[in-house]
């Protein structure tokens, strides 16, 4: 039997050409991965809903004692820009807010004392914020006697539908010899209409003490006139002036004012008395 030996460069020729001339031999080359690879590839994506957590940056800080006034706002946010918020400031509210888009709160005329503004946000996904963002102030305020002109509320919150009507008061602080007003007040018509309003009690019982308004609900006018005529001298002191009864009509926020360009107190003699201050009343309606 005749053996044929090859040297070692004409071997890898030999192989070189078996392997082509196979491939050329087949109709197609598919490579058919295993079973039980995965073929259904994703690219993964962070869908984490992070918990809602209101943060307070703007007002008093957690433990501050406030000297130089005793009015306070609030402004805060939230982790989502959809989400509403819940709000209140303990001890001189006994309701939360909202829930509202709103993202400042303000508290006028405090009373030294301890108070908790709290806020807790509600997110876009159904999420309520499991305890609220809290924060503890002292007013410390050496109160200056201001004649001024307010409602009894800073802020009002009120339900369109089940329960739409709501009383203010409006009240004079700080008065001196006081024996009649005129009082112009403005509110939204879009959002509010006015009832009804009787006198309060600043000028007593007696049947001569007048008392007249008239309202505008197309327009949001309110006028009203009060003097008290069994007097020598006028009124002096704080008291309330009227009780106005609102209805909520449809929701969202909006502004009763009482306007100082048209609204004018005068005393026994006629004259005009000053006032530092007129009131207004933010109306949350939900």
């Known amino acids: 039997m005749l053996t044929l030996k090859l040297s070692r460069p004409m071997k890898k020729l030999i192989l070189i050409v078996s392997i082509c001339l196979a491939f050329m031999a087949c109709d197609g080359f598919f490579y058919m991965p295993p079973d039980d690879i995965n073929d259904d590839f994703t690219n993964p994506v962070d869908t984490t809903i992070l918990p809602p957590e209101a943060e307070v940056i703007s007002g008093p800080s ?111 602080k700080n008065i001196t010899n006081l024996m009649g007003a005129k009082i112009k007040i403005q509110f939204d018509p879009t959002y509010l209409s006015v009832l009804d309003a009787s006198k309060g009690n600043l000028f007593g019982a007696g049947s001569d ?21 069994n007097l020598s001298t006028g009124v002096d002191g704080s008291g309330k002036l009227a009780v106005i009864q609102f209805r909520a009509k449809q929701s969202g926020t909006t ?25 207004s009343a933010s109306v949350n309606i939900n």
């Open 62 to 172: 957690d433990g501050e004692v406030i000297t130089e006034t005793n009015s306070v706002t609030f402004v805060w946010k939230g982790v989502y820009n959809e989400s509403e918020f819940q709000y209140m400031l303990e001890d001189l509210e006994a309701d939360w807010n909202g829930p509202f888009p709103d993202l400042t709160a303000s508290y006028n005329d405090l009373a030294n004392g301890d108070y908790a503004f709290k806020v807790l946000e509600h997110d876009p996904y159904g999420n309520i914020q499991e305890s609220p963002t809290t924060v503890n102030f002292t007013i410390d305020f050496a109160t200056s006697v201001i004649t001024e002109l307010i409602f009894s509320e800073n802020n009002v919150s009120v339900s369109a539908g089940s329960n739409p009507d709501f009383t203010v008061d409006v009240l004079v």
């Open 209 to 229: 003490n007048v008392f007249w308004f008239d309202v505008d609900n197309t327009y949001g006018d309110l006028v009203i006139e009060t003097s008290v005529l």
């Open 255 to 279: 502004l009763i004012e009482i306007n100082p360009e048209e609204t004018v107190l005068r005393d026994h003699n006629n004259n005009d008395l000053s006032l530092e201050n007129y009131g």
